[in-house]
C-alpha cells in the first residue's frame, strides 16, 4: 500500500520547461489518471514518478518515505506502457514469470504467482503461445500481468490502451479497474483519451503545458471546470459570454445582442462583469420556441443509441450542442426550436 506525493516536481530539457512545479498527492489505492493533450508533459511526468528521468526540481515521496533519488528498480512500481514490450521470443508464461526469476523467487512460488496473475487477466489458456500470436488487447493483458505479478504497490500506465480499437479497448478498461481495486493498486494513468479519463478515475488531473489545470473527480470537472481549458477540453461545452444581471429574485445573462438566459448567481463581487456561462448538452432542453427565450435552428441530428445529439445555430451565429435522451429525433435540420435550460445547470467558468 503507497500513496504517492509530488512537491514542486519540475522538468526541464534546456530553456524549456515541460513539466512546471507540480503538486500532487495521489492518495493510496486511488485510481488517478492524468489528462491533457499532446505534448502537456504527461509521459515526462510520469517517468519522473517512476524514478525513469531525473527531477529538475522538487520531490517525490512513496508511503511516507522519500524516493526522488531512488532508482526506478527500488520503487517497486509496476509499468504499463502503449507500446505492450513483450518479449517475443518468450512464451506468454516466461514473460510473466520473467519479473519474479529475476528477484530469484523459487519455481513453485513463481508458478502459483503466475496462475493467480493469469487468472485475473483471464489468459490462463494462452500461457504457451507468443506475444505475436496474440491479439492487440491480449498482449495488452499480458503487459498488465506482468506489470502487476511482483507484487508492486504502485502501478504506472502510459497510454496503455491506445493502440486497441474501441471495443478491445472497453474490455480491457474494465479489466484494468477490476484488477486495480482488487489488488488496491495506487495507480496513475495517463491518457490523452478525456471518455478513458472520465469514466476509469476516481480523479483526473488535467495538464496543459506542463502545468496543473484542476484535479477533481470526473463529475466535478466536467460540469465545473476551473478554467475554460477545462470547459473546452473535456467533452462538448456550450460557452454563452455575457453580463450576469439581478431581475427580481432571479439572475440572468445578457448576452451580447441582449438576450437573456438562464444564469445561476454569480459567487462573490463579480456580478455586472462579463463571464462565460457553461452548459452541457446533456443539460440543454429543447422544446417549443418562446417569445422571450433562445432560438435556434436544427442543423443536424445525429442517433447515438441512447441519445440524440442535436447541433443548432442561433441566430447571433453561435453554435449550441444538445444532447437528449430521446430513443428517435424529435426534430429535424431545419426546425425553429426554444433553446432552454435550469440557471442551477449552467456554471459560471471561474477567471
Ligand atoms: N528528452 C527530451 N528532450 C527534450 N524535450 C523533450 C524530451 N522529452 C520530452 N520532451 C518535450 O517535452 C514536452 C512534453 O512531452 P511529453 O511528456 O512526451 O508529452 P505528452 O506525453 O503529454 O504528449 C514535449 O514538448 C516534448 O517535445
Ligand atoms: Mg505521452
Redesign the pocket.
Known amino acids: 500500500m503507497s500513496d504517492i506525493e509530488l512537491r514542486g516536481v519540475t522538468k526541464r ?1 534546456g530553456a ?1 520547461t ?1 513539466v512546471d512545479g507540480i503538486d500532487l498527492h495521489v492518495q493510496d489505492g486511488e485510481f488517478l489518471t492524468i489528462l ?1 493533450p ?8 510520469l517517468t519522473l514518478i517512476a524514478g525513469l528521468t531525473e527531477l529538475s526540481d522538487g520531490r517525490i515521496s512513496m508511503a511516507g518515505r522519500e524516493v526522488t533519488h531512488v532508482p526506478p528498480a527500488a520503487r517497486n512500481i509496476g509499468l504499463v506502457f502503449q507500446s505492450y514490450a513483450l518479449f517475443p521470443h518468450m512464451t506468454v508464461y516466461d514473460n510473466v514469470a520473467f519479473p519474479l526469476s529475476i528477484r530469484g523467487l523459487p519455481a513453485a512460488e513463481i508458478e502459483r504467482r503466475v496462475g493467480e496473475a493469469f487468472r485475473m487477466v483471464r489468459l490462463t489458456e494462452f500461457a504457451t503461445r507468443k506475444p505475436a500470436q496474440l491479439s492487440g488487447g491480449q498482449q495488452q493483458r499480458v503487459a498488465l500481468a506482468r506489470a502487476t505479478v511482483f507484487g508492486p504497490s504502485i502501478l504506472l500506465l502510459d497510454e496503455p490502451l491506445g493502440a486497441l480499437d474501441r471495443k478491445l479497448r472497453e474490455e480491457v478498461q474494465i479489466e484494468l479497474r477490476q484488477m486495480q481495486k482488487a489488488l488496491g493498486l495506487t495507480s496513475v494513468l ?1 491518457t490523452h483519451d478525456q471518455e478513458e479519463a472520465l469514466s476509469l478515475s476516481d480523479r483526473l488531473v488535467v ?1 496543459d503545458k506542463g502545468k496543473v489545470q484542476q484535479v477533481a473527480t470526473p463529475t466535478d470537472a466536467y460540469l465545473h471546470p476551473a478554467n475554460r481549458f477545462v470547459a473546452d477540453f473535456l467533452g462538448v461545452a456550450n460557452i454563452f459570454t455575457g453580463t450576469p444581471e439581478r431581475l427580481g429574485d432571479a439572475v440572468r445573462l445578457r448576452l451580447a445582442d441582449g438576450r437573456l438566459v438562464p444564469c445561476p448567481a454569480p459567487v462573490d463581487g463579480s456580478a455586472g462583469r462579463p463571464v462565460d456561462l457553461l452548459v452541457r448538452p446533456e443539460r440543454i432542453r429543447l422544446g417549443a420556441p418562446q417569445e422571450a427565450g433562445l432560438q435556434a435552428s436544427v442543423v443536424d441530428a445525429i442517433y447515438l443509441g441512447q441519445s440524440v445529439r442535436y447541433v443548432l445555430d442561433d441566430p447571433a451565429g453561435q453554435r449550441i450542442v444538445a444532447q437528449s435522451a430521446d430513443r428517435i429525433a424529435r426534430f429535424r435540420h431545419g426546425d425553429v426550436v426554444g433553446v432552454d435550460w435550469e440557471a442551477s445547470d449552467g456554471w459560471l467558468i471561474p477567471g
Open positions: 530539457y524549456t515541460v491533457g499532446s505534448g502537456s508533459g504527461k509521459t515526462t511526468l495517463v495538464l
